[in-house]
């Protein structure tokens, strides 16, 4: 079983960024493919970034080259670092864990971009 526990939403003004942080406990971290995914109000949850166990990273066409993500296989914690946010990346995001047995998703941490 793994537990994930997001951290790092919050309210921030267009242009601003954040960094969301998901650290995991339960079995070995190193033997799952990890992702951010979002759900914004009244629309459907989407994919936002993979980092695999190859470590080769992907991103969503709407935030590549302005969102990162990485891991830390010490703290077995996932970071999605967010930059030039825009209104239209307010949603709830959530991070994942996936191998050929099992899914996970944490509880969700809220982004709101504002004026």
């Known amino acids: 079983q793994v537990q994930l526990v997001e951290s790092g939403g919050g309210s921030v003004q267009p242009g601003g960024s954040l960094r969301l942080s998901c650290a995991a406990s339960?079995?070995?971290?190193?033997?799952?493919?990890m992702g951010w995914y979002r759900q914004a109000p009244g629309k459907q949850r989407e994919w936002v970034a993979q980092?695999?166990?190859?470590?080769?990273?992907n991103y969503a066409t709407s935030v590549k080259g302005r969102f990162t993500i990485s891991r830390d296989y010490a703290k077995k914690t996932v970071y999605l670092q967010m930059n030039s946010l825009k209104p239209e990346d307010t949603a709830v995001y959530y991070c994942?864990?996936?191998?050929?047995?099992?899914?996970?998703w944490g509880q969700g941490t809220q982004v709101t971009v504002s004026l």
């Open positions: 980092i695999p166990r190859s470590g080769i990273t």
């Open positions: 994942n864990a996936q191998n050929s047995i099992a899914t996970y």
């Open positions: 339960g079995r070995i971290f190193s033997t799952y493919d």
